[in-house]
């Protein structure tokens, strides 16, 4: 079993910088594909990245392509998302999830993921 908390959420400007960051209990992190996904005020939970167990692989929603990074550090057990030239409509709950995986490769349905963390609040002013 995975146990995810994120930090990092906040208020920032348009066009400003947010690093989220998950952190996960337990020890075999690095057999865990993970994703980042996000939900705003009235509407559904959406993806936004994903990363395979190494690292080598990652998928992005094409609203986020070019502006977030998704990264892992499997050594301290944390996922990272690197968020740049923020926009007012990333404006949400971001939420961490992992999946045990049995292939380096990622996942970008929200109901291939088995855990999930509590969210971060970000809020992009405009």
């Known amino acids: 079993q995975v146990q995810l908390v994120e930090s990092g959420g906040g208020l920032v400007q348009a066009g400003g910088s947010l690093r989220l960051s998950c952190a996960a209990s337990g020890r075999t992190f690095s057999s865990y594909a993970m994703g980042w996904f996000r939900q705003a005020p009235g509407k559904e939970r959406e993806f936004v990245a994903a990363?395979?167990?190494?690292?080598?692989?990652?998928y992005y929603a094409d609203s986020v392509k070019g502006r977030f990074t998704i990264s892992r550090d499997n050594a301290k057990n944390t996922l990272y998302l690197q968020m740049n030239s923020l926009k007012p409509e990333d404006t949400a709950v971001y939420y961490c999830a992992a999946r045990r995986a049995y292939s380096n490769t990622y996942y970008y349905h929200g109901g291939q993921y088995d855990y999930w963390g509590q969210g971060t609040q970000v809020t992009v002013s405009s």
């Open positions: 990363i395979s167990w190494s690292g080598g692989s990652t």
